[in-house]
């Protein structure tokens, strides 16, 4: 049942909350395309954005710093459609796949669908990793207020695991939702709705 329901669309707006970063070329600019990206799709739009924070590089080969933040969307996709519009954003913004874990223009991440739990081939909520990584968690809490994981346990709590939290530098507010001309004048986190 859980397979065929990650397929299905919604039958009202569901909040899904997203992570992004990426740490080739411009990178404010290209997370600011990627927001605005998924903000232009028919089916989502952006609700929020967090601050931008700067990390280091986890697994893979040496490489510059990241730059991430998270957004959370309410989306009439899928969680299954609600990748493949993550994907098709990555590969809009030069996305290529070459190595795992590898240097990249952008990668969009769904870390979390309302309280879903999907286990498909391609597709993990929450995402697997989620509750390992300061980067995701810090910048999901900004957007997820009073969310909690689909166990139960609050995100402060599961951030409050990982203390000490280091090597996570905030940057600034420069990433927004509605910036890409569309003229919503949605609000970031934290901001009037």
């Known amino acids: 049942m859980r397979r065929l329901s990650a397929r299905l669309p919604p039958r009202v707006e569901q909040f899904a909350f997203l992570g992004l970063g990426g740490n080739l070329g411009d990178r ?40 991430n933040l998270a957004v959370r969307v309410a989306t009439r996709r899928s969680p299954v ?35 879903r739990v999907v ?38 709590a599961a951030l409050a695991a990982l203390a000490p939290i280091e090597g996570l530098t905030a940057v600034g507010t420069q990433v927004v939702a509605g910036a890409g001309g569309a003229g919503t004048g949605r609000a970031r986190a934290g901001g009037p709705t």
């Open 81 to 115: 459609a609600l990748l493949a519009l993550a994907n098709a954003v990555e590969s809009a913004l030069g996305r290529v796949r070459v190595e795992r874990w590898g240097p990249r223009a952008v990668d969009v991440d769904i870390l979390l669908y309302g309280e």
């Open 119 to 156: 286990r498909l081939p391609r597709l993990e909520i929450p995402h697997p990793r989620l509750l390992e990584r300061a980067f995701a968690l810090v910048p999901l809490v900004e957007v997820a207020p009073g969310q909690r994981l689909p166990d139960g346990r609050s995100l402060p």
């Open 28 to 67: 404010l600019s290209i997370l600011q395309r990627a927001v605005d990206l998924l903000d232009a799709d028919a089916r989502t739009r952006v609700d929020a954005v967090s601050s931008v924070y700067e990390t280091a590089p986890v697994g893979g080969p040496e490489q510059g710093d990241f730059l």
